[in-house]
């Protein structure tokens, strides 16, 4: 499924974030940029050594902000490291951080004049976040960005389970 806004196609993929050709992916990482499971491992392992000695250089990233390191090995130039938050209950500002790890993503890929991104379900997994809650937040921070900029020709949700990706599917027809 995929819609535009303005210049932006914003699209749903069920497969392996590793795998795309994007300008750059988003990564699940937590605050110290340490690798670790699901996503966050798996692109490290794909993409090489170099993600983590840029990493390393990077120190960390608070949730809700987003940094860039290259895509070493990967199909993707780059890959824009997000901390998504821990989910809580809902009631400790998990919506807005979670928001604020798109928007923050698109940002810093517009920044870098980036016009292509992937994104996993960021906090979907080990971060236990509800997926319905968080394909609406994510969908709606993505296209709101669209509707402001112009710079980001696609952005695609890449999900990595059919379960994932027809929640993904039922919130983004809700929203367009």
């Not at 809700?64 to 990967?74: E, F, M, P």
């Amino acid at each position: 499924m995929k819609a535009q806004f303005n210049a932006t196609s914003i699209e749903l993929a069920a497969g392996d974030i590793t795998l795309e050709t994007t300008d750059a992916i988003v990564n699940a990482a937590n605050e110290h940029l340490a690798g670790g499971a699901g996503v966050d491992g798996a692109i490290h392992r794909a993409g090489g050594p170099a993600i983590m000695a840029e990493c390393r250089k990077i120190g960390g990233c608070p949730t809700g902000q987003a940094v860039i390191t290259t895509g070493g090995w990967l199909a993707a130039r780059y890959v824009i490291h997000t901390v998504g938050p821990i989910y809580k209950g809902g009631a400790k500002g998990e919506a807005g951080l979670l928001s604020s790890a798109y928007t923050n993503s698109l940002k810093l890929a517009a920044t870098k004049g980036l016009q292509s991104i992937a994104f996993p379900a960021i906090s979907c997994g080990i971060y236990g976040y509800p997926v319905h809650e968080a394909a609406h937040l994510a969908l709606a921070a993505c296209i709101e960005f669209a509707r402001k900029n112009n710079g980001i020709k696609l952005i695609r949700h890449v999900l990595f389970d059919q379960r994932t990706f027809n929640i993904f599917e039922q919130e983004f027809k809700k929203l367009v």
